[in-house]
């Protein structure tokens, strides 16, 4: 990463943190939340027992919804403030098989893997080498293990009225498949998942996109 797109992400870390107390006040997050849990669950048969990880878990909007339904699940988000949340929030719901970390993309590397399910919801946009993300998940993806990834259609620039830490306008999902593809995934679902309805009038759909490895 070069030394101005690490400023981005690390002023994007700033902002979730300053955005973290009042994330999940706005009723379009905590829909946004149930639909990709939901469609996360509706599209992945788990037994209960899966060892699981959340890429990029925020508050845990989607990830605190699939963990009753898991083993247990991994959460892992670069924002300290975001995970201080997601831990209260887990607290008051009671919700015991949740294992936060605040860590960076770069100091990842020593994750245990072997995860039978990696799902991650609107981060994919703010990375900005997408291949080298997918190759990580391809190594702690266990043999037959799922990758379910939730974000934004290709969309014009109008979605973020700020850009600070926005490496991609969106995804062409037939693209992206094309790339989990290429890491090593059989891809099982490609759909709309939700549609994001933003002040300026414009709708902007999220696709997910599940894989099995190979």
């Known amino acids: 990463m070069n030394e101005d797109n690490m400023g981005r992400q690390n ?14 006040d706005k009723p379009r997050r905590l829909k946004l939340g149930m639909e990709v849990s939901g469609g996360i669950l509706n599209s992945i048969p788990l037994s209960g027992n899966e060892q699981a990880l959340e890429f990029g878990c925020g508050t845990g909007l989607v990830g ?5 339904h898991v083993g247990r699940l991994t959460m892992v988000d670069s924002s300290a403030e975001m ?12 919700v015991s098989n949740v294992v936060p970390i605040c860590r960076e ?19 994919l946009h703010h990375i900005e080498d997408v291949p080298a993300l997918l190759s990580l998940f391809t190594a702690w993806c266990a043999p037959g293990g799922r990758l379910a990834i939730a974000d934004l259609e290709a969309e014009d620039g109008t979605f973020h009225s700020d850009m600070t830490g926005v490496m991609h306008k969106g995804f062409d999902r037939n693209e992206l498949a094309s790339l989990i593809e290429s890491a090593g ?20 759909p999220m696709f997910l996109i599940v894989g099995r490895k190979v």
């Open 185 to 204: 995934f059989t891809i099982e679902h490609i759909g709309t998942v939700h549609e994001v309805v933003r002040g300026n009038g414009r709708t902007y």
């Open 83 to 94: 995970i201080a949340v997601l831990t209260e929030n887990a607290a008051e719901r009671g």
């Open 11 to 24: 002023d994007n870390i700033r902002r979730f943190d300053n955005a973290a107390r009042s994330w999940d």
């Open 64 to 68: 605190l919804e699939v963990a009753p």
């Open 105 to 123: 993309l770069a100091r990842l590397e020593d994750l245990p893997g072997g995860y039978d399910l990696i799902f991650t919801s609107m981060v």
